[in-house]
């Protein structure tokens, strides 16, 4: 979502803040549940729902500074959804310090009057006034108080802070700090409707600016609703970030691939990989996936495209139950992870995840390479991937599977990207347009007897 879309309270004909703000609380108390954005944010009303989604990812970007400063306004804290709107005013306060969108004044007053929108709320309306009044009071102090404190200067959790900088020494810094910033909106050509240039042409004649990025992709200068975007009903492209466009060229370099080649797509919900494989090659397409509403998009992404390929619903680490014995030419695995690599897109992710969480996904990741790898012929590869930036879930991943395998070569692999205009530390480090999210990737290959 583009700043610029953000609702102001300041336009006549847009929902009132202060209905927005109700919203942001209750998504921004679910997300202090442990439930994810993605189940709560349709929820809200249609009609709302772009503007709250907005404003709750500005306020998950600094969250970690608005609960520093609430500890610091409120003697003992409120009852949870007070406690959430008032993280949710801070955090917009903080967050728009140079006054861009919101007066101070009108935000609070607007705040106020959100929490006597709600029954869980309204008893607390006079709290929630005095505290965000201290803040605007005493905000010089306020903000030198916990600037010591790395989880308010970073807005992410410690354990996550404490991985990253262990795992990326020289660029934690840079990694921490692009997970603030959205990221670019990302198309991927359809090369079976048309040329990349032909469709950036097509782009040019809406008067939408857009750069290219890898083999189909193009970075638009400024997001857009997808049906803005011309024959995108059609299925001429799709929204895939950089990062995620890379999987097919790293699983289909270097041989020609017809309709008998068999490939297996282990995870692959909601379908933008599996759509980018049929793009690219005449393959014959497995996709599974263990969620049968996320195989339902993967249906419906593939229908849009014009596209085909075999959708099951299965558990890709028990082939038992699904496989029918032939082995497969590839075979991309975009393992669970912690979704470490795309805060910038999910800034929920970072709040939702538990430092215990990184060694259980480990072990699942693990389960799958052992589960998969029998599955491959000889002379076939498989693409491990993870969105992830923690090393855990990439290279050492990698590696133990290498000292266990003397049959697997590491070819032609990426290593791990990072988010933003962060450096990159694997081949790949062309990152100046921001439009590639924080990944791992590595391609093994199986050796022939």
Known sequence: MNSATLPDSRQPHGPALATQLKWVGQCVLAVEKGRSL???????????????????????RHLGAARALAKRLAQRAPAPPALALLHAALAILVGDEAGARYAEHTLVDQAVDAAKLSRDTRMQAGFLNACLRRFL???????????????????????????????????????????QVPGPMVLRNNQRHQTRDAYRALLAAQGLEALPLGTDGLVLATPVAVDQLPGFAQGACSVQDGSAQMAAD?????????????VLDACAAPGGKTAHLLEKADASVLALDIDPRRCQRIRDNLQRLGLNAEVKVADAAKPNGWWDGQLFDAILLDAPCTASGIVRRHPDARWLRRSSDVAQLVAIQSDLLEALWPLLKPGGRLVYATCS???????????????????????????????GSAPAQGEFND??????DGFFYARLDKATP
Not at 158 to 173: K, T
Not at 392 to 416: C, I, K, N, T
Request: charged share 20%; hydrophobic share 45%.
């Open 250 to 262: 790293l699983l289909l370099d270097g041989r020609q691939w017809g309709a008998s080649d068999r």
């Open 38 to 60: 993605t189940e709560v944010l349709p929820t809200v009303p249609s009609a709302l729902r772009p503007g709250v989604q907005a404003l709750t990812f500005d306020v998950l």
């Open 137 to 179: 009071r005493e905000k010089a102090s306020l903000l030198a108080a916990i600037g010591a404190d790395p989880v308010a200067r970073w807005n992410h959790p410690q354990w996550w802070i404490d991985r990253v900088r262990a795992d990326h020494p020289e660029h934690w810094e840079a990694v921490l700090g692009a997970n």
């Open 389 to 419: 930036v923690f090393r855990a879930e990439g290279s050492d991943q990698v590696r133990a599977f290498l000292a266990h395998h003397s049959d697997a070569l590491e070819r032609h692999s990426v290593g791990h990207l990072l988010p």
């Open 431 to 436: 990152n100046v347009s921001g439009g590639y």
